[in-house]
């Protein structure tokens, strides 16, 4: 399509021909046997997306802040200590849900562009019992990616329930649910996983449904409270029809085509695809000399990349120019320092030929603001990596 954007910011993002038709199609009704095989077919591919046999899946119509506030308000009963790890903005989006609920929290912050040290984390683990930790595996503010693995390890020796944020991972960055242990790893649908937004995507580990089923005191909140759900989303499951709130149809039948198209790439590939693309647009952002917000490569996002404007360049002029090139970019999200970077996502249906097109669209931009730079350089960066992958 002439003149089409190209939307490249951390969520909504870029999304398949394919999806966006399925959400185009006559809207079946939610106990048709068709649309029932839809819904339970989803619930089963999201397993293997997440690689969790044995997860308990939920779809619910809401958006990744639902998907927080469900694994918060399902676990977590008042006076419960909860340990915050946090690398940015959506890290204490957790301690205000979680606050929200009653729950005395513990924050521990890492500087902009870093993340917490296992010593830290163990540390506050080995003081006092905490009920379940939280952790954000790419914050989206920072473009910052935490091993979960090591954490979920340390929540388990400790006798911790741990939750994953992977609002900006899941389908795009690696998780191997079961193998590592994580209690919950939630996303939404508008993000890595490629449909548009109105999907909370949650994977509840067997301990704690366990957990929840021991509560002593009733969920907080009606419409996330897994009572009213997860009745509805065995029922799908084994292909029976049922009723709590009426499921975004549309929006399932798109999933289901999505999760479809991830499974057919296979998991394990596109996680590599994320990887050699995001590798090689840091190359390209570097040729510029852009600086970007996380401190090593090995913390540096698969699935969006956060980059310091460079000195004289004010975030609208450089957003208009692109958009004027038809690249749509995010600008920054951490409060305090919010006007100085930019974010850039590159996840889900991201070619190579979209991020020559964002490369290109940049040098332009930078060098109409009177930036010196080589005109071909960040391209070429780009090609060089790719070629020799
Ligand atoms: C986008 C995002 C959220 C919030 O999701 P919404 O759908 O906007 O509510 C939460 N956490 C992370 C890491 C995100 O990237």
């Known amino acids: 399509m002439k003149g089409r954007k190209l939307l490249m910011i951390p969520g909504p993002i870029e999304f398949e021909p394919e999806v966006l038709q399925a959400m185009s199609i006559a809207t079946d009704s939610h106990v048709s046997p068709n649309f029932i095989e ?3 077919n989803s619930l089963e591919l999201m397993r293997k997306v997440w690689k969790s046999p044995k997860g308990q899946p939920f779809i619910i119509s809401g958006t990744g802040t639902l998907a927080m506030d469900m694994a918060v308000s399902n676990l977590i009963e008042k006076g419960d200590a909860v340990l915050v790890i946090s690398s940015g903005y959506f890290g204490k989006r957790f301690k205000d849900i979680l606050e929200c609920y009653g729950a005395h929290t513990t924050i521990l912050e890492a500087p902009v562009g870093e993340v917490v040290s296992l010593d830290e984390i163990e540390k506050e683990l080995k003081s006092k019992q905490y009920k379940a930790l939280t952790i954000t595996h790419v914050d989206t503010s920072t473009g910052v990616l935490i091993d979960p693995k090591p954490i979920s390890e340390l929540a388990k020796k400790y006798n911790t329930l741990s ?3 992977g609002v900006c991972s899941v389908a795009g960055e690696k998780i191997n649910q079961d193998d590592w242990g994580i209690d919950i790893v939630l996303t939404a649908s508008q993000k890595a996983i490629g449909v548009p937004p109105g999907l909370a995507l949650l ?7 366990q957990v ?5 005191t009733p969920v907080g909140n009606y419409y996330a409270d897994w009572k009213n759900w997860l009745p509805i989303m ?12 009426t ?3 549309n929006l399932i039948v798109a999933l289901e085509v999505s999760l479809k198209i991830i499974c057919e790439e296979g998991i394990d590939k596109r996680i590599k695809r994320h990887q050699n693309l995001a590798e090689a647009f840091r190359l390209g952002i570097d040729a510029l000399h852009l600086k970007r917000l996380p401190v090593t490569n090995e913390l540096a996002a698969h699935t969006l990349s956060a980059i310091y404007y460079p000195e004289g360049v004010d975030g609208a002029s450089l957003s208009a120019k692109m958009n004027a090139s038809n690249v749509i970019i995010a600008g920054g999200l951490l409060s305090d320092i919010k006007s100085t970077y930019f974010r850039i996502g590159h996840m889900g249906a991201i070619s190579a030929s979209d991020i ?6 940049l040098e332009r931009a930078l060098i109409e603001l009177g930036i010196p730079i080589e005109s071909g350089k960040s391209l070429q960066a780009f090609q060089n990596k790719l070629i020799q992958m």
């Open 247 to 249: 499921p975004p149809v």
């Open 38 to 40: 839809v819904f339970g």
């Open 203 to 209: 994977m509840v580990s067997e301990k704690a449904i």
């Open 212 to 216: 929840w089923k021991n509560r002593k």
């Open 234 to 245: 065995k029922a799908y499951e084994e292909r029976r029809p049922s009723y709590f709130g």
């Open 163 to 165: 939750i994953l944020d």
């Open 356 to 361: 020559l097109s964002v490369l290109g669209a």
